[in-house]
Nanobody, 127 residues
Framework: QLLASGGGLVQAGGSLRLSCVAS????????MGWFRQAQGKEREFVAA????????YYADSVKGRFTISRDNAVNTVHLQMNSLNSGDTAVYYC??????????????????????WGQGTLVTVSS
């Protein structure tokens, strides 16, 4: 089970930190990702962290502004979001791949690579 939190209302230019706590699994053996879905749009990739290499991946739209990190000791993944703009308004979902899954770079960007999903947390950026 994945439980996301940290969403809220923030002004443009502000920051938020999302957290995703995993229960029933040790995230040290799972690649973790964040996706988002704006109203009326399809779910899109935001960021991911590989369990095996430690590599991180970002959508072009958030590169340089968002940072994904993990704390394996407390089974938590964070998404630090800075310089937020109205285009970042969406429900944010954390997700986990199958355990000890080795994936090519492109797979991290694909929602179908992830097996478990959190409930989502709403981020609203006011302009």
């Amino acid at each position: 089970q994945l439980l996301a939190s940290g969403g809220g209302l923030v002004q443009a230019g502000g920051s938020l930190r999302l957290s995703c706590v995993a229960s029933g699994r040790a995230i040290s053996r799972y690649s973790m990702g964040w996706f988002r879905q704006a109203q009326g749009k399809e779910r899109e990739f935001v960021a991911a962290s590989s369990w095996s290499t430690g590599n991180t991946y970002y959508a072009d739209s958030v590169k340089g502004r968002f940072t994904i990190s993990r704390d394996n000791a407390v089974n938590t993944v964070h998404l630090q979001m800075n310089s937020l703009n109205s285009g970042d308004t969406a429900v944010y979902y954390c997700a986990a791949t199958a355990g000890e899954a080795y994936m090519s770079r492109s797979n991290f960007f694909n929602s179908r690579s992830y097996r478990a999903w959190g409930q989502g947390t709403l981020v609203t950026v006011s302009s």
